[in-house]
Nanobody, 121 residues
């Protein structure tokens, strides 16, 4: 399994921005995704991108506010989060998908440890 390390979380006021990074130990997977889990809630899909860059998907709740992209040469995927809302508060996880599948949490094979994002009102 590929190893994933997230960084970039923190505390920000509503309306602010944060950028998350996910660095993979190898670029052997098909797709990198971001998920989040708020206290007492299930883990939910946020965004995903193929390493080729040819396919990008967003959840409806972040579309237009978040942007995902990758720097293949660095084995790193990024999530730029703008116009943050208190409802975006969660632990954000990076995940790698080995072969083409859906974007549910069970469709991804490797997971990072997560990084906390807290948005204050």
């Amino acid at each position: 399994q590929v190893q994933l390390v997230e960084s970039g979380g923190g505390l920000v006021q509503a309306g602010g921005s944060l950028r998350l990074s996910c660095t993979a130990s190898a670029r052997t997977s098909y797709r990198i995704g971001w998920f989040r889990q708020a206290p007492g809630k299930e883990r939910e899909f946020v965004a995903a991108i193929t390493w080729s860059g040819g396919s990008i998907r967003y959840s409806d709740s972040v579309k237009g506010r978040f942007t995902i992209w990758r720097a293949s040469a660095k084995n790193t995927a990024y999530l730029q989060m703008n116009s943050l809302e208190p409802e975006d508060t969660a632990v954000y996880y990076c995940a790698a998908q080995d072969t083409y599948s859906g974007v549910g949490s069970t469709d991804f094979d490797s997971w990072g440890q997560g990084t906390q994002v807290t948005v204050s009102s």
